[in-house]
């Protein structure tokens, strides 16, 4: 393993390398995030296929003092295709948080490496159809600080999903971290992303 750097790259170089082509900024809020406030910024296609939320988006939500906190690019070209095993989504997982987010690596333990479901809904012609994205997730623990990570590594070999700082309620077994970059999450809450 290589040594880390002691400084991530600039949260828009890591923003820029993961975002897919045609997508443009639609939206901002601010967004609190386990106390701290954020803001969540959503793009969606340029040429408006299955926009809203459900949709196809690249979001991130990015903490007030400039820290990448997560992104997920839920994209139809992600459906279907070969998943990476899983040594190879470690390795790209891996890669990716040395560039994007090295403080992460001293305390990281790997819970699991799974395939890992996320939901779509391509509206086009007049018709909606539900769809599934499955990528590769790397389940992580940061045993410094005791909070979750993980990265989800699509069938193009490319992250589709990181998501840092998570906290996990043991009983009953769920996320205690809000979920911003959940569609269904947003709509469960009542929340849109305000025009930019």
Same mark, same amino acid.
Do not use: C
């Given at each position: 393993?290589? $040594? ?11 923003? $820029?390398?993961?975002?897919?082509? @045609? ?10 995030? *386990? +106390?701290?406030?954020? /803001? !969540? #910024? ?5 040429? +408006?296929?299955?926009? =809203? !939320? ?7 939500? #990015?903490?007030? +003092?400039?820290? &990448? ?6 994209? &139809?070209?992600?459906?279907? @295709? /070969? &998943? ?28 699991? #490496? ?9 509206? =086009?012609? =007049?018709?909606?159809? *539900? ?15 005791? &909070? %979750? ?6 069938? *193009?070999? $490319? ?20 979920? %911003? ?7 469960? $809450?009542?929340? @849109?992303?305000?025009?930019?």
């Amino acid at each position: 393993m290589t $040594k880390a750097r002691a400084t991530p790259q600039p949260v828009a170089t890591t923003i $820029k390398a993961v975002m897919p082509a @045609g997508y443009r900024e639609v939206g901002r809020r601010a967004a609190v995030v *386990d +106390g701290d406030d954020a /803001e !969540l #910024i959503r793009y969606e296609r340029a040429d +408006g296929r299955s926009a =809203g !939320l459900g949709g196809e988006h690249f979001s991130t939500v #990015i903490a007030d +003092g400039g820290r &990448l906190k997560g992104f997920a690019r839920i994209d &139809l070209d992600l459906v279907g @295709g /070969e &998943l990476p095993s899983q040594e190879e989504a470690r390795a790209i997982a891996m890669e990716f948080l040395r560039q994007a987010a090295p403080d992460l690596l001293p305390g990281l333990r790997i819970s699991w #490496i799974d395939p890992h479901d996320e939901p779509l809904r391509v509206a =086009g012609n =007049g018709r909606a159809e *539900d769809l599934i994205l499955t990528g590769m997730k790397v389940k992580m623990r940061n045993e410094a600080d005791g &909070l %979750w990570m993980w990265v989800i590594v699509g069938a *193009d070999r $490319k992250v589709m999903v990181f998501e840092r700082d998570i906290h996990w309620i043991s009983f009953p077994g769920r996320r205690g971290t809000e979920k %911003w970059l959940h569609d269904a999450w947003l709509v469960e $809450k009542g929340y @849109g992303v305000g025009q930019s």
